[in-house]
């Protein structure tokens, strides 16, 4: 399409996509926290950023979404845990998308998917802007992820395939998609660790939802199809140099990990039922005779709510909570009385509090390590006896607390 042709129609389709945007305000979307998950030990860890079909038009629940079945399917094929972000609204773009990441730390990320587009054809976008706020948009991605995170663009489905642009200016619009696809995968093939996969769904077939679970369950299939290899490949592919320049980043880390827990407002705040059941809920499942949620707060470790323990808090010199906050995975410790890191802490000399220890990581909403759950016995405990799924599950539901404020309170979200 002529740029000129372009301009002309631009004031047309203004007027016609703001008329068709009338009628989706009563169609259902998801209002529940944005994100989704998939049990498992060893979790891949995706953002999913744009509007269109990550927005979630037709379900109530993300579960139901792309998130929720993108999760799933993933796992199926990996087999290991999802961990999915979401970051979308029906108004994202390219240009406001850098501004909807301000503040998230994308080097935890495996993988982004980008389902931007929809809104730049339907204004008729030139290929040159495209071209240029895409290629910013990726250039911040590759420059704030892991050198190990892949990126995928999702394209721009057709416009028609959505019912309430299913009329005659739909034709235009598909037009504008199909020369925005086009360079977005121009851009793919110029960038080392994008991937531009083609979309082209099937017309809504309930104009009352939009879409349906089953459509997001047969786009999850397409996106993680094209995932799973790339994953496996990129844990295969961490090398000694990229594991020591993790370890050089440590200590500006731990400045923006501190950050997130004065953020969060939790330390040295009274004990709530909600954490208290489920630290209580954590020592009766591991059935030991300890268990805490703690956070570490500077020079120690502050416990939000504890089963066997006096204490409100420790030395982080002293905690082992402060070594799984190290890692994004379990910190299992079946004997610390033989292992030389611990044999001479003070928690595990003289009666011996701690011999076993069961730790997962605790994440702000901004996704940095703030705390643990852990479980934690006198007596010694191998590996194979302790469920590691289980255990992250239950840190996962203290994370979704973090997102919910305490009664009265504003709420702990990422800004």
């Known amino acids: 399409m002529h740029d000129f042709t372009r301009w002309v129609l631009r004031p047309l389709m203004r007027v016609w996509t703001a008329s068709a945007q009338r009628h989706d305000r009563h169609l259902p979307r998801p209002s529940d926290a944005p994100q989704a998950h998939a049990p498992g030990i060893d979790s891949d860890r995706v953002l999913i950023l744009g509007g269109g079909p990550a927005v979630g038009w037709g379900v109530l629940s993300h579960q139901l979404a792309l998130p929720g079945y993108l999760a799933r399917e993933l796992s199926v094929l990996t087999g290991r845990g999802v961990d999915i972000d979401l970051v979308a609204s029906r108004t994202m773009t390219a240009a406001n998308a850098l501004t909807a990441l301000h503040g998230r730390r994308l080097s935890r990320f495996d993988a982004v998917v980008l389902t931007v587009g929809v809104n730049e054809a339907l204004a008729l976008m030139s290929v040159h802007a495209w071209r240029t706020r895409l290629g910013e948009l990726l250039r911040v991605l590759e420059q704030e992820t892991s050198q190990s995170t892949k990126i995928y663009i999702l394209g721009v489905a057709p416009i028609r395939s959505i019912e309430i642009f299913n009329l005659p200016l739909g034709f235009i619009a598909d037009h504008s998609a199909a020369d925005l696809n086009r360079v977005s995968a121009q851009l793919a093939a110029e960038a080392p660790r994008t ?25 999850s299939l397409l996106l993680a199809g094209a995932m799973a290899d790339t994953l496996d490949a990129a844990r295969l592919g961490i090398n000694a140099e990229q594991i020591g320049q993790r370890a050089s980043n440590v200590a500006s880390e731990e400045g923006t990990r501190q950050a997130a827990v004065d953020s969060l407002g939790i330390v040295d705040t009274p004990p709530e039922a909600r954490f208290d059941e489920l630290v209580a809920l954590a020592q009766r499942l591991f059935e030991t005779e300890s268990a805490v949620i703690s956070v570490i707060d500077r020079d120690r470790q502050w416990h939000k709510a504890r089963v066997g323990v006096a204490a409100p808090e420790l030395p982080r010199a002293d905690s082992l909570c402060a070594y799984t906050i190290a890692g994004s995975g379990p910190f299992v410790v079946e004997d610390a009385q033989k292992d030389q890191r611990f044999s001479q802490n003070p928690l595990v000399l003289g009666d011996s509090l701690i011999r076993f220890y069961a730790g997962f990581p605790i994440e702000s909403p901004s996704g940095e390590r703030i705390g643990s759950l852990c479980v934690f016995d006198p007596a010694p405990r191998s590996l194979a006896e302790v469920d590691q799924v289980l255990l992250r599950e239950l840190a996962l539901l203290v994370q979704r607390e973090l997102r919910v404020p305490p009664s009265g309170g504003p709420a702990h979200l990422p800004v």
């Open 195 to 219: 991937t531009f996969l083609p979309f082209s769904p099937a017309a809504t077939l309930t104009p009352d939802r939009h879409r349906t679970p089953a459509d997001y369950r047969d786009w």
